[in-house]
């Protein structure tokens, strides 16, 4: 296993025999455990700002770093959940697996580098807790992020790709009805045997348990198991670019958990996502609608030589199983710079006049 950063220090330190973690400076390796464990230990916090100062405690200035082979069939199931049977134009991916070599859609690295926990290791909902708040802080949700690509060392299938993970920040702040929650800021960089490839910067939130079940609406329970729909109509205005209109079904957001390696409990157990997260239905993931919407970008904005070099997105509001929605986009006027720059391109997830996530794309444009 090649692992670049070492490799550029000394060459001899560049392979690694067996697989590993390596946390700063020092590189565990990993074993086959001889039982399951018993259930990790939970400690409890007073409040935010003890959570946000136990987990800078605990990770600050700490690097995890994993390495994985990228495999095709990975990137083939993805896209068929996505309902795309070719991964772009001319490569149908409907029976085979794309071939080496193949670059990764903007956004599709997800689905790689998934967690690795025995399931006792799991927190109460499901979810993996390297980077969890503490008790009681336990319902987490994506709340946004960025995501800088490097073309020129962009990932491909059959390529060994390391990981670096680090905690940048953690943050006690009060919701809109004025209860703590931890803000949790994550950074990941991908390295691929051309460089750095993907800067990855997430966000998740974390509030404490909800206490009373919230009932589920007659409309959202009977629409929650209908299939999956992705499809494309022109604007309500007549003008632009199309409208993408989805919905996903509690079948493809089990599909996409697996891909994953998910447990996250909202996404597949409706009766805890009901009762104790405070949820009306199972929600939509994510990282699922990152995906679309780059997906989306791809389809209607980007060019043979016009790529997505950065993506800032932020997570408004959730979308539930079953639930119809829309992904709409419009050119961000560039006037004030000759329009010499590549386009920025702002989308928006829509549910019911509801602006469920946005984000702004900025393009590179590549020179031959």
């Known amino acids: 296993m ?3 950063r070492l490799a550029s220090a000394s060459p001899k330190l560049g392979r690694c025999r067996a697989p590993c973690l390596h946390i700063s400076n020092l590189t565990v390796h990993a074993s086959r455990p001889r039982h ?4 990790v230990e939970v400690a409890v916090v007073a409040n935010a700002s003890e959570a946000a100062d136990r987990m800078m405690h605990g990770f600050g200035g700490k690097t995890l770093t994993r390495k994985q082979t990228l495999d095709g069939n990975q990137l083939q199931k993805l896209s068929l959940t996505l309902g795309r049977t070719h991964l ?3 490569l149908d991916v409907s029976t085979n697996i794309p071939p080496l070599g193949t670059p990764l859609p903007p956004g599709y690295h997800l689905v790689y580098f998934t967690p690795s926990e025995l399931e ?3 927190g109460p909902d499901g979810t993996e807790r390297t980077f969890n708040a503490p008790a009681p802080f336990t319902r987490r949700m994506w709340a946004g992020g960025r995501m800088r690509w490097h073309h020129d060392a962009t990932l491909r299938v059959g390529e060994m790709v390391e990981e670096h993970t680090k905690l940048v920040g953690v943050t ?3 919701s809109r009805d004025g209860s703590d929650m931890v803000i949790v800021d994550v950074e990941k960089e991908f390295w691929g045997e051309r460089g750095l490839s993907i800067a990855d910067q997430r966000s998740w939130v974390f509030r404490k348990e909800a206490v009373a079940p919230v009932e589920a609406s007659p409309e959202l329970l009977s629409t929650s198991f209908s299939r999956s729909e992705v499809r494309d109509v022109k604007s309500g205005t007549g003008k632009g670019f199309p409208e993408r ?5 509690p079948v493809a957001l089990f599909r996409f958990s697996a891909l994953t390696f998910n447990g996250h409990m909202i996404h597949y157990n409706e009766t805890r996502t009901r009762n104790f997260e405070g949820h009306p239905g199972l929600v939509v993931h994510g990282p699922l609608n990152l995906i679309n919407m780059m997906d ?3 389809d209607f904005h980007g060019k043979e030589n016009l790529h997505a070099k950065e993506v800032a997105y932020r997570a408004m509001s959730p979308i539930y199983a079953g639930e119809p929605y829309k992904i709409t986009s419009s050119v961000v006027d560039r006037s004030e710079d000759g329009g010499h720059e590549p386009p920025r391109v702002k989308l928006l997830v829509e549910n019911g006049g509801v602006v469920s996530m946005r984000a702004e794309v900025v393009a590179h444009t590549e020179h031959h």
């Open 172 to 174: 006690a702040k009060k």
């Open 120 to 122: 006792s290791a799991l």
């Open 36 to 39: 399951l464990s018993t259930a």
């Open 245 to 249: 209109h989805l919905r996903w079904s």
């Open 2 to 4: 090649f692992c670049p």
């Open 296 to 298: 989306y970008w791809r």
């Open 88 to 90: 772009r134009h001319g």
